[in-house]
C-alpha cells in the first residue's frame, strides 16, 4: 500500500511543478512563481499561495511538498495548520455573539467562565490583549511541558485558573496573550452549548462554503490532505509533531482557497453583516485612551502608505500570513510547512507584484540632498519603478516605500527615510539608523 502511495504522490508532484493557475497565466501569475522558485521542488517542503483581487481568485498554486515520505505535493487544497491567523475567527465568533446580544464585550469574564479569578477582565480586554493575563505557552513551559507533548484545553485552562496574578492591570497596557483566545473559545463552548469547532463549522465554515477547514481539538483526529511540517536539519529535512488539542489562539486547520473565500467574506458580508464586519475592525484602546493597532484577532497597519488588515502565524513548523489591503481590494494567503519561510515578507513581496510603484508618484522625490550637519550629500534617483539613493562612495542603496512618505532599505546606515514636505512639494529627508536618529538632509 506505501509503495502505491508513493508513486501516486510522485504522479502529483510532477504536475506540482507546473503551474496551477484559476484562469490562463500572465505575466503578473509569472512574477509571483519566480518569488517562490527556491520551493518548487519534489523534495522541499513548501507552500501555498492564493491572491484575491476584487472578490476574485486571481492566483491560486503550491510550491514544493506537503508530506516528503509519500511524495505528496503542496496544491492550494492542502490542509495547513494556520496557527495564530486562527484568531481572527475566534474573534468574529466573539462579535457575532455580542451583535446578537448573547454576550456583552464589557461584562467580566467571570461571568462565563467562573473558575478563572476575580482579576476585572473583561470580554474585550481578552481579544484586545490588554487583560495582562500570563501567556498561556510561557506558562506551559515554565510547567515543563513541551511543545511534543500532548497539551490539551484542560491542561491549559487549570493553569489559568490557577494564576495568582496578571502582568498588569487589565487595560492598562498591550501584552499579546494566547491565553485569552483560548478563554474566547471557552466562552463561545459555555454560552453555545455546542464545541468550538461545532459552532464555527456550523455558523462560520459551512456557510461560506470552506469545506476543508476545521478547529481540530483533538490532536488524533485524522484530517485528510493535511501538510505534515518540517524543521531544516544539516542532513535534510525533520518532521515535527503537532500534539496541541486547544482552540482559539491557534488550532485551525485550512487551506489557501478557503481562505480565500475567507477573505471575500470581509466585503459581501455574506456572514456576520455590516454590524460585524464593523465590530472586528474595530481597533482596542487603552485606559489612558491610546488607540491600538489590534482589533478583533486583525492587526490594523499599513504597508507602501496602503492601510493593511491581517494576522500571522507561526507554531512549530508551520508559518502563515493573511494580509488584505482593503482599500486597494486585496488580499495575500501564504500558507507554509517549513519553520525557517518567512511568510509575512513573501506576501510583501506579492503586493509589491500587483501593487507595482506609479514612477510618476517616485519622480517627486528625485533630486540632490543636504547635510549641512554631515558636510554630505546624496542623490535620489528613479530607476525604474524604484528610487536609489547614490553617494559617490558607495554602491547605489535601494529605497523601498512602507508607508507615504517613508522609504526603508537593506543599508545599516541608512535603513529608514523620510521625505518631509510642504505645500510646494518635498523639502527633504531625515535619516534615521539604530544608534542615530532624525539627521537632517535638505533638498537642493
Known sequence: MSLMLRLIGSLLAAFALFPQPCSAQTGLDKQVDSLFAAWNSNDTPGVAVAVVEADEVVYRRGFGMANLDYDVPITPSTVFLVASVSKQFTAFAIAMLAIEGIINLNDPVTKYVPELPEFQITVRHLVHHTSGLRDAFGLLAMAGYHMDDVITKKSILDLLYRQEKLNFDPGEEYLYSNSGY????????????????????????????????????????????????????????????????????SGLYTTATDLARWATNFSTGAVGGPRVLDLVHQRGRLANGDTLAYAF???????????????????????????????????????SNLEEFDPADMARKIVDVYLEEDPTMLSQYVGTYYSEELDATYTIALEATHLVARHRRYEDIHLMRSDKDHFSSDSWFLPSVEFSRDAHGITGFEVTNRRTRKVWFAKR
Open 182 to 249: 483560548i478563554l474566547m473559545a471557552e466562552i463561545v463552548e459555555r454560552v453555545t452549548g455546542m464545541s468550538f469547532a461545532d459552532w464555527t463549522q456550523k455558523h462560520l465554515f459551512e456557510p461560506l462554503g470552506m469545506k476543508n477547514s476545521h478547529f481540530r481539538d483533538d490532536h488524533r483526529e485524522v484530517l485528510p490532505n493535511r501538510a505534515q511540517g518540517y524543521v531544516t536539519r544539516d542532513d535534510g529535512y525533520a518532521e515535527q509533531v503537532v500534539a496541541w488539542s486547544s482552540v482559539g489562539a
Open 297 to 335: 484577532g486583525l492587526t490594523i497597519g499599513s504597508y507602501r502608505g496602503f492601510q493593511t488588515v491581517g494576522h500571522g502565524g507561526s507554531h512549530r513548523s508551520f508559518r502563515t500570513h493573511f494580509l488584505r489591503l482593503p482599500e486597494e481590494d486585496l488580499a495575500i494567503i501564504v500558507l
